[in-house]
């Protein structure tokens, strides 16, 4: 194993751990740990984050699981490049956030509903502000994905993923159904 996957499995254990102990939204006394597919480092990515104009349209009303909605900033766009073709993908952040540390990234592809929470999946993706250099990177690592809360219990709200960010391959990496 190398040092990538050792990292993305330590990872893992310290949220399985965190949910174990109460720490989520599953019932610790039956939790048996998350599923997970294989960590492929192949689905980690730095890419260049293009900046959005954080003007009044930049706020973007995200649905969620329970019919409210969720105001977020349309912070920017990135472009991955996956094995069936390059795709952009809107990234979020918290209104009036100018430098997030992380931002947001929401997402359904071709496993949603069938190996994953149908719903869709998240990223909380690292910015690197580069001082001095091109432009901010963001960091997607698929292999970080998530199931939102709601996917466990509805006492849970959660944003939908827009229709920006749907994914029509499948991005076979990250949380599982189990």
Do not use: I
Request: glycine share 12%; net charge negative; hydrophobic share 35%.
């Amino acid at each position: 194993m190398g040092a990538y996957e050792d990292a993305v499995l330590d990872y893992r254990r310290r949220k399985d751990e965190h949910f174990a102990a109460g720490g989520g939204p599953v019932d610790a006394a039956t939790f048996q740990g998350l599923s997970y597919y294989p960590p492929d480092e192949a689905w980690a990515f730095t890419l260049p984050l293009t900046l959005l104009p954080q003007d009044a349209g930049a706020e973007f009303t995200l649905d969620t699981n329970t019919g409210e909605t969720r105001t977020m900033s349309r912070f920017g766009e990135v472009t991955v490049p996956l094995p069936g073709g390059q795709y952009t993908l809107l990234v979020f952040a918290g209104l009036g956030e100018d430098r997030p540390a992380r931002v947001f990234v929401p997402f359904r592809d071709a496993t949603s509903g069938a190996e994953t929470y149908g719903a869709g999946r998240y990223l909380d993706a690292p910015v690197d502000w580069q001082l001095g250099g091109d432009g901010p990177l963001v960091r997607l690592d698929f292999n970080l994905a998530y199931h939102p809360y709601c996917a466990y219990s509805p006492a849970w709200v959660c944003p939908l993923p827009p229709r920006e960010n749907r994914v029509p391959e499948a991005v076979p990496v990250g949380e599982k159904l189990g």
